[in-house]
Structures are given as C-alpha cells and as structure tokens.
C-alpha cells in the first residue's frame, strides 16, 4: 500500500522502495524494543505495530520526495533535501510527542507501557531512520540528476497549453501598389492655370467701370 501510493504521489521506483522498506524497518525495530521493555506481545502491541508503519512514512516520505525533486549531484541533493525538510520532520516528532506526553503521568502501568512507551519509541525510531538512516542510504546510492525533469514537463505542457488557446495566425496578404497618376497635358486645367486665371480676370469697381487687379508689388489706386 505505501509503495503504491508513494508511486502515486509522483515519486520514483527507488524513492517508493526506500520508503516502503523504511517503514517496515519501524516495525521491526519496535518488535525489538518492545522485547527490551519487557512488554508482552498482545493484539493491542500488534495493532499498534501496524499503525508505526503508517506513522513512518511521515518521517520519511517527506526527505525523499524533496531528494527526488532536487538537480545537482548526489550531495547536493541531499543537501537540499535535508536543508529543506529536517527541521519540518522534527517539528512533526514535537508536535506528535505533545499528543501523548501525558499518558506518562498516568497512575496505570497498563497505559504507561502499552501506549506512552510504545508511541514513544515509534517517535524515536522515526526521526533516527528518516534523519540518520535514509541520508546514509541515500548518500550511497542516491544517483545525480543534472536537468530537472519535472520542471521541464511542466513548462513544456504549461507552453503547450498556452499555444492551443492562441488564435492561429492567417497569412499576410499585400495591398497592391496604388497605380501611377497620368501626366497632366497642356490643354487641360492646373491648379497653376486655374491660378493663373483668377489673376487675369478683371474687377468690377462701379456699374459701368472695371479696373484690373492690382497684382503683387503694384498699388491699388481708387
């Protein structure tokens, strides 16, 4: 089940294998400390083992999603991935050891060993494997990966999209180049003979008398 939905959740072959095998690790190392606390193998210590299981994989879900996301080396992967969800898992540890501190305090041994210590030693054991184990593995074998692969599928379908919502471009046409203007022949009318004209046309100063336009640089006498 944790292998699926690790693969599910976007993380690789190797990433869904290490945590799957790191959260069966949790129960095994709580079947042995349960031994050491001389606690008796019950079906509540076996419900509570399954559960550790389900726990781990805050612990270590996390490191490695953020490994598989990081480029770089296999160190700087790790560095990465570390810098950016350890202090995250140890805040969780905090948070879920405040849950159930005060079944330490309980007047029942019962309680006391069944459900504060085991709790507690899942705890523990969380934060050992998903700080200290997994950077160890991941430090052996973890491989490089010098070009982001996620990113670049994202932009290539965000530009995709992008593309399809475009209207498609229609081809240019050319206007064609207005035609020429014909010559103007002598016999017909320029705007310097039409000019021309007015000039020569003489103005009517009384009823019966006409005198000529005064042109430019003469002076009108009345």
């Given amino acids: 089940v944790v292998f699926g939905i690790s693969l599910a959740c976007g993380i690789s072959v190797l990433g869904a294998y290490l945590v799957s095998i790191l959260s069966a690790t949790l129960g095994l190392e709580l079947y042995g400390c349960i031994y050491l606390l001389g606690i008796s193998f019950q079906p509540l210590v076996a419900t509570t083992m399954l559960m550790s299981v389900g726990i781990a994989v805050e612990f270590v879900a996390h490191p490695v999603a953020a490994y598989e996301f990081a480029k770089g080396s296999g ?8 810098q950016s969800t350890a202090l995250p898992v140890v805040f969780g540890a905090i948070s879920s050891f405040v849950g159930f501190v ?3 305090f309980s007047e029942f041994e019962y309680v006391r060993n069944y459900f504060f210590w085991i709790f507690f030693m899942i705890i523990i054991l969380g934060c050992v494997n998903g700080l200290v184990l997994l950077p160890a593995i991941l430090g052996l074998v973890g491989p490089s990966k010098d070009k982001d692969k996620f990113r670049r599928a994202a932009s290539q379908r965000k530009l995709g999209i992008r593309n399809s919502q475009e209207p498609p471009m229609l081809p240019s046409r050319q206007q064609p180049p207005p035609p020429p203007l014909p010559p103007v022949q002598p016999n017909q009318v320029s705007p310097n003979n039409v000019q021309l004209q ?13 005198r000529p336009i005064a042109r430019s640089g003469d002076m009108l006498i009345c």
Avoid: D, E
Avoid at 75 to 82: E, F, I, M, T
Avoid at 200 to 205: D, E, I, L, M, S
């Fill in 75 to 82: 160190n700087q992967r790790l560095a990465l991935s570390l």
């Fill in 102 to 104: 005060l079944l330490a």
């Fill in 198 to 210: 007015i000039q020569q046309q003489p103005a009517t100063v009384g009823p019966s008398q006409t």
